[in-house]
């Protein structure tokens, strides 16, 4: 699988866009990008996931490189809920049976007042 | 909207003891995960089951570990023995028809093994 490289920690002022990135450059062809976020000890949250084209949904927007060698991950108006760790997941598609997420170390995002 | 329950949140041991850990998926999904988090570590693959079958499991889960879906809704996680070493948050979570949906994460149980 192919591996992803964050910041481990970024800031951002409540109200502000947070636009978090992402470097995969060994991504390969048949790859999906997911971003999950985790707030404090709970369980992973799933935020949304993309193969090429931007993808948006209600919680965040995901910016692919026309390229694909990273992306950005965009909380448009962050606010104080947004604090935690945000992991940029690759993905292979396999057809079958259930697909395993190998989290890396994240980002730490902490929304300041 | 639905969601994945685990039971117990809070679970304390002595080293040596068996514990079961148990998890109730969201309705209808096929795909069952249980991934650990030692204290101030990345979250880690443990295991996936799909069709009453582990589908893939992780060089961590060895003979002390095993899963089963006993009555076909809850999804547990015995660990026969248990060590000092497997304190850690157990989360498990659940995915739905297809092979690229998301996982849905339960609260977590947190064992602590003494």
């Known amino acids: 699988d192919a591996k992803t490289t964050q910041p481990p920690s970024m800031d951002c002022a409540e109200g502000r866009a947070a636009n978090l990135p992402c470097n995969h450059s060994?991504?390969?062809?048949?790859?999906?990008v997911y971003w999950y976020r985790q707030i404090h000890s709970q369980g992973p949250q799933y935020i949304i996931h993309?193969?090429?084209n931007n993808e948006t949904n209600e919680m965040a927007s995901l910016i692919i490189t026309e390229d694909r060698k990273s992306s950005t991950l965009i909380l448009p108006h962050a606010t104080l809920r947004d604090t935690a760790v945000y992991y940029c997941?690759?993905?292979?598609?396999?057809?079958?049976?259930?697909?395993?997420?190998?989290f890396g170390q994240g980002t730490r995002l902490t929304i300041n007042p | 909207e639905p969601e994945v329950t685990q039971t117990p949140s809070h679970q304390v041991t002595q080293m040596g003891q068996e514990v079961i850990l148990r998890c109730v998926p969201i309705?209808?999904?096929?795909?069952f995960y249980w991934y650990r988090q030692i204290l101030g570590q990345k979250v880690e693959f443990l295991v996936s089951f799909y069709n009453n079958e582990i589908s893939e499991k992780s060089e961590i889960f060895d003979d002390q570990f095993s899963v089963e879906r006993p009555d076909g809704s809850n999804f547990t996680l015995k660990i026969r023995s248990t060590k000092l070493e497997d304190s850690a948050m157990y989360f498990c979570?659940?995915?739905?028809?297809?092979?690229?949906?998301?996982?849905?994460f339960g609260p977590g149980t947190r064992l602590t093994v003494t």
């Open positions: 997941i690759v993905r292979p598609e396999r057809r079958g049976g259930a697909q395993k997420l190998v």
């Open positions: 060994t991504i390969s062809g048949n790859e999906y």
């Open positions: 309705s209808n999904h096929l795909y």
């Open positions: 993309g193969l090429k």
């Open positions: 979570a659940t995915a739905g028809t297809g092979f690229l949906y998301e996982q849905y």
